[in-house]
C-alpha cells in the first residue's frame, strides 16, 4: 500500500512528465502537422519540380512526425489515466489482476496501472503491413516474367524503361557494385528486344540467308565466355559429324 507521501511524490512526477509533453508538442506545432499539407511544412509550394527521391524523403518525414505525435498523445492519454487512478484509489494496484504494484515499478514508470505480467506493450505484433500482399512478388500480380510463353510488357519492363533514364541509387548501394550507372537497376543485364545472347550480333536477310556476324561488345563478351568455358557454344560442342565452324573447309 502506497503510503500518502508516495503518493503526492508520483502525483507530481506525472504532471511534470504531463507539462514537459504539452510544452514539447506546442513548441513544434505538434510536429508540424498543424500546418496543414506537408509542403507547408517544407517549404513548398508545390512537387511539381521535385525528384520522386526527394517526396520520398519529405513522406517518410511526415510520417515519422505523425508516429512521434502520436506517441506523445498516447503519453498525455495514460498520464491522465494514472492520475484519475489516484483520484478513484485505485492506483498502484493492477487493472487486470489486482495485485499490488511495486513501488520500484511506479517510480520507474509512473504512469503504469498495471504489473509487469500484465503489461500490454510487452505483445509484440507479427501483423505485415497490407501493402506486402500486392507488393510481393516486387511487381505482384503484373509480373510476367514467371509465366509460360508470356512475352507481355510487365511492370517490371515498365520500371526498367523508366530507371534505364536514371534513379537515386549509385553503384554504391548495391550488395555487388556495378561499372556503370547504367546498370544499377533491376536486371539490368536481361537482353531487350531479343532472347539469346548471339542474336544482338547475329543477322541474316528475310529468307534466313547470308547468315553474318556483326562485331561489338556483345559479340566480344560472348566470345570471350566460350573461350574461359573452353566450348565451341553456349550450349556445348558440336558433334564429331557436324563441321567445325571456325574452320573455312573450302580452303582445305
Same mark, same amino acid.
Given at each position: 500500500?502506497?503510503?500518502?507521501?508516495?503518493?503526492?511524490?508520483?502525483?507530481?512526477?506525472?504532471?511534470?512528465?504531463? +507539462?514537459?509533453?504539452?510544452?514539447?508538442?506546442?513548441?513544434?506545432?505538434?510536429?508540424?502537422?498543424?500546418?496543414?499539407? &506537408?509542403?507547408? =511544412?517544407?517549404?513548398?509550394? +508545390?512537387?511539381?519540380?521535385?525528384?520522386?527521391? #526527394?517526396?520520398?524523403?519529405?513522406?517518410?518525414?511526415?510520417?515519422?512526425?505523425?508516429?512521434?505525435?502520436?506517441?506523445?498523445?498516447?503519453? $498525455?492519454?495514460?498520464?491522465?489515466?494514472?492520475?484519475?487512478?489516484?483520484?478513484?484509489?485505485?492506483?498502484?494496484?493492477?487493472?487486470?489482476?489486482?495485485?499490488? $504494484?511495486?513501488?520500484?515499478?511506479?517510480?520507474?514508470? @509512473?504512469?503504469?496501472?498495471?504489473?509487469?505480467?500484465? +503489461?500490454? #506493450?510487452?505483445?509484440? =505484433?507479427?501483423?505485415?503491413?497490407? *501493402?506486402?500482399?500486392?507488393?510481393?512478388?516486387?511487381?505482384?500480380?503484373?509480373?510476367?516474367?514467371?509465366? #509460360?510463353?508470356?512475352?507481355? &510488357?510487365?511492370?517490371?519492363?515498365?520500371?526498367? /524503361?523508366?530507371?534505364?533514364?536514371?534513379?537515386? *541509387?549509385?553503384? +554504391?548501394?548495391?550488395?555487388?557494385?556495378?561499372?556503370?550507372?547504367?546498370? $544499377?537497376? /533491376?536486371?539490368?543485364?536481361?537482353?531487350?528486344?531479343?532472347?539469346? #545472347?548471339?542474336?544482338?550480333?547475329?543477322?541474316?536477310?528475310?529468307?534466313?540467308?547470308?547468315?553474318?556476324?556483326?562485331?561489338?561488345?556483345?559479340?566480344?563478351?560472348?566470345?570471350?565466355?566460350?573461350?574461359?568455358?573452353? /566450348?565451341?557454344?553456349? &550450349?556445348?560442342?558440336? @558433334?564429331?559429324? *557436324?563441321?567445325? @565452324?571456325?574452320?573455312?573447309?573450302?580452303?582445305?
Amino acid at each position: 500500500m502506497l503510503s500518502t507521501q508516495q503518493l503526492a511524490e508520483l502525483r507530481l512526477q506525472l504532471l511534470q512528465e504531463k +507539462s514537459e509533453v504539452e510544452q514539447h508538442i506546442e513548441q513544434n506545432d505538434h510536429f508540424g502537422l498543424e500546418r496543414g499539407h &506537408f509542403h507547408e =511544412s517544407m517549404g513548398e509550394l +508545390s512537387s511539381y519540380d521535385n525528384h520522386p527521391a #526527394d517526396e520520398g524523403t519529405e513522406l517518410y518525414e511526415r510520417e515519422k512526425d505523425i508516429a512521434l505525435n502520436e506517441h506523445y498523445q498516447f503519453q $498525455i492519454r495514460n498520464i491522465d489515466h494514472a492520475l484519475e487512478a489516484m483520484e478513484n484509489g485505485t492506483y498502484g494496484t493492477c487493472e487486470v489482476c489486482g495485485k499490488e $504494484i511495486p513501488l520500484e515499478r511506479l517510480q520507474a514508470l @509512473p504512469n503504469t496501472t498495471y504489473c509487469i505480467e500484465h +503489461s500490454p #506493450d510487452q505483445v509484440t =505484433s507479427h501483423k505485415r503491413p497490407v *501493402e506486402e500482399g500486392v507488393l510481393m512478388p516486387p511487381f505482384g500480380k503484373f509480373d510476367m516474367d514467371e509465366k #509460360d510463353e508470356n512475352v507481355a &510488357f510487365d511492370a517490371e519492363d515498365s520500371w526498367q /524503361t523508366v530507371a534505364a533514364w536514371g534513379t537515386s *541509387e549509385t553503384p +554504391s548501394d548495391l550488395a555487388f557494385p556495378q561499372d556503370s550507372y547504367s546498370d $544499377i537497376y /533491376t536486371e539490368a543485364d536481361e537482353n531487350i528486344s531479343y532472347v539469346e #545472347d548471339y542474336e544482338n550480333f547475329v543477322g541474316n536477310d528475310m529468307y534466313g540467308n547470308n547468315i553474318k556476324v556483326y562485331p561489338n561488345p556483345q559479340h566480344e563478351s560472348y566470345e570471350d565466355a566460350l573461350d574461359e568455358e573452353g /566450348t565451341m557454344t553456349a &550450349f556445348g560442342d558440336l @558433334p564429331a559429324y *557436324e563441321h567445325d @565452324p571456325y574452320v573455312d573447309h573450302d580452303d582445305k
